[in-house]
Structure formats: C-alpha cells, structure tokens
C-alpha cells in the first residue's frame, strides 16, 4: 500500500486552464502539505494543514486554492495556469505537524504548462 | 530565520569512494536538522535526522551526519559509495511556528550525486 499517493502523476494542460491535484494519505497523519519543486530541484513549502485546518499558507497566488474534505486528503487546485505554474508538485504529510517529524512524501506530479 | 546552504550543486565520486555533501545551516532556534534523498521520478525518502541528544546520527544505506555547532555544519558521510546511491540529496531545517513545537522544513538546494563505476 502506497502510504501517500497523488494523482495524475503527469498533467499537461494549456494556459489559462484549471486543474486539480489529489492527495491521500494512509497513515493516520494529522498533517498534510504541498511542496512546489521548480526546474532547478528547489523545493518550497506551498500549505500545510493540520486536521483540514490551515496552518501555513506560504507566498503563493490565490489562484492556488487547497482544499482538505477530511484529514486523510488534501488537494490543490489551480485556476488560470500559467506558464510560471510548470513544476513537479509534491504531496507529503506527518504525524503532528512537530518540527522534529519525519515527513512522508507521495511520488510528485508534474505540471506542464503549455 | 532559518537557511540550509548546500556547497556544491554536483558531486561525482567512484564507486567504493567516500562520499561528502556539504551542509550549513543557519537557525534563530536551537536546529532541527535532516537529509533527505530523492532518486529519479520519486518522492523525497528520509535518510536521517538530528533533533536532540547525540551529534553524530547513522541513517539508512549506511550514511551518517555529525552536527556541529560551532561550525554550523550538518554533513552527510558514507564511506564506500555504490552505484545505487546515485541521487540528489537534500539538507533541510526545521523553522518553528510561534512558541510552539510545529514547523516545518526549509530546504537546501540539493546536490546531485553521481557514482562512476
């Protein structure tokens, strides 16, 4: 069983579309986040939730809204892609959200904007 | 605030030589530290993390780090590097939220091991 897993693994889309991402995870976490990994590996911390409520919201467009139905899944949806938005998207989640924990990642998502 | 540099975008070593990434940190709270490692098409994997206790932490697949403070360094070892180690590494510290004991991960750069045979 996959511990955290996000679909589509690959998403081409056209400029100015909307899409989403998903995210699941099995392992009983309370905290789940979105990392964005740009073309030059760099990695950075979009949102994190900790039981569907917002905790970090870093710098990031509002066209990127997360969405957490229940503790288990957080989504991402994105309005209005640009260009800017290509990147390989990362899901991840912990136990607690403490800032000694290990993190767990799913296996990314790359978003190609066309 | 909290900063991770890590010195050397590329590694390349020989296999069954030692591999040394390079890791400095900068932290306002006493640091939280970790490597992770990600090989092609995958997910970040946690090697190893320094939290409290003892400076030197072994991971898995034989690495080790040693936390210096009075370097400020967090430099990841393994002695006898093997093809299968080809990777890209990441050195990352915790930030704290508040006064509390939540935060979460600032990441380096990452450096990109490659092992020639």
């Known amino acids: 069983d996959t511990a955290v897993s996000q679909t589509p693994k690959y998403l081409v889309t056209q400029m100015g579309n909307d899409k989403s991402i998903k995210c699941e995870q099995n392992l009983g976490h309370d905290t789940m986040y979105w990392y964005k990994q740009d073309s030059k590996k760099f990695l950075k911390i979009m949102f994190s939730y900790n039981n569907k409520e917002l905790i970090i919201n870093e710098t990031v467009p509002n066209r990127f809204s997360p969405k957490s139905p229940d503790k288990a899944h957080l989504n991402l949806h994105i309005n209005s892609l640009e260009l800017g938005d290509s990147a390989v998207y990362f899901c991840a989640s912990s136990q607690s959200g403490h800032r000694g924990e290990k993190l767990f990642f799913g296996s990314g998502t790359q978003l190609s904007v066309l | 605030a909290q900063s991770v540099t890590q010195l050397g975008s590329h590694v390349s070593v020989s296999e069954g030589a030692l591999v040394l990434l390079r890791c400095n940190y900068s932290s306002s709270v006493p640091p939280y530290l970790f490597w992770y490692v990600q090989y092609p098409n995958q997910g970040l994997q946690l090697l190893l993390k320094?939290?409290?206790?003892?400076?030197l932490v072994k991971g898995i697949n034989g690495f080790e780090a040693e936390f210096k403070k009075s370097e400020t360094s967090f430099h990841l070892t393994k002695p006898s590097a093997h093809m299968s180690d080809a990777a890209e590494y990441f050195c990352?510290?915790?930030?704290?939220?508040?006064?509390?004991?939540?935060?979460?991960?600032?990441f380096g750069k990452g450096t990109k091991l490659s092992v020639k045979p």
């Open positions: 320094y939290t409290t206790g003892a400076t």
């Open positions: 990352a510290v915790s930030d704290r939220r508040g006064g509390g004991s939540q935060g979460n991960l600032i």
